[in-house]
């Protein structure tokens, strides 16, 4: 079941999350007119279902749930948008459950590789990264 599911556009990048699959996912580019929507409506859904796995699945034996950022591009105020994602999930991580973030950077493009690095140094999240080949 998708639980967030917004269509890429022009400006707005493809924001899944799959409760099916365990993922949540945004590609694309970022540059919304309104990030404020955008990012109230994405977090306010994420919260809500992370509330809901913890209090569902209290155990150990729960699914890890995949967090996939592949962004082609994004402007400064989706900066701050992907940080309130990434700082949401790991106050999730911090309360034990299980979320993996990954970053993907084209192997040419190094901006989106210290991206990446900024956000994990700067959040303290725990990040791996994924390099796509030419």
């Known amino acids: 079941m998708k639980v967030i599911e917004i269509k890429k556009t022009e400006k707005i990048p493809e924001i899944t999350l799959d409760d099916k699959n365990k993922t949540f996912e945004i590609s694309g580019k970022c540059l919304p007119e309104n990030i404020r929507n955008l990012d109230k409506l ?13 209090e569902a699945k ?42 993996k973030l990954y970053w993907y950077f084209h ?4 901006d989106m590789l210290e991206a990446g ?5 700067m959040l303290e999240v725990p990040i791996q990264y994924i390099m796509i080949p030419k």
Request: aromatic letters at 12%; charged letters at 35%.
């Open 42 to 54: 994405v977090t306010k859904k994420l919260e809500k279902y992370l509330d809901d796995c913890m």
């Open 58 to 99: 209290k155990s150990s034996s729960r699914k890890t749930l995949k967090a996939n950022f592949k962004l082609a591009y994004f402007n400064s105020a989706a900066a701050k948008f992907i940080a309130d994602i990434m700082m949401l999930m790991n106050r999730y991580i911090k309360k034990g459950y299980n979320i």
């Open 107 to 110: 192997e040419e493009d190094d």
């Open 117 to 121: 690095e900024d956000f994990a140094e």
